[in-house]
Nanobody, 120 residues
Framework: QVQLVESGGGLVQPGGSLRLSCKASGSIFSMYAMGWYRQAPGKQRELVATITSGGNTVHADSVKGRFTISRDNAKNTVYLQMNSLKPEDTAVYYC??????????????WGQGTQVTVSS
């Protein structure tokens, strides 16, 4: 099977930075499109950013110019660099990946989430 494990969350002051990582492991042949989502208390999960296997990116309007998604295919890892953080960025951040498995199937997986809290 495949696991996506996020790391890098924590408590940061407004204006600070964090870098989230999401590493895929298991029966992976390759990773297709990957993405970061977030869910704040009482709100629906929302898209933050996505990146294709070729490196094309899309960022939500709310994070454009502050967040950057990237990937390292050799390490089966996707990153989210978050700068100029605001209290409204506080949420659980989830990694999602479309994985091409060794048996040829393509499946979508979610990580367990990592908490990001922006507060003074």
């Amino acid at each position: 099977q495949v696991q996506l494990v996020e790391s890098g969350g924590g408590l940061v002051q407004p204006g600070g930075s964090l870098r989230l990582s999401c590493k895929a492991s298991g029966s992976i042949f390759s990773m297709y499109a990957m993405g970061w989502y977030r869910q704040a208390p009482g709100k629906q999960r929302e898209l933050v950013a996505t990146i294709t296997s070729g490196g094309n990116t899309v960022h939500a309007d709310s994070v454009k110019g502050r967040f950057t998604i990237s990937r390292d295919n050799a390490k089966n890892t996707v990153y989210l660099q978050m700068n100029s953080l605001k209290p409204e960025d506080t949420a659980v951040y989830y990694c999602n990946g479309n994985i091409n498995l060794l048996d040829g199937r393509i499946r979508s997986y979610w990580g367990q989430g990592t908490q990001v809290t922006v507060s003074s």
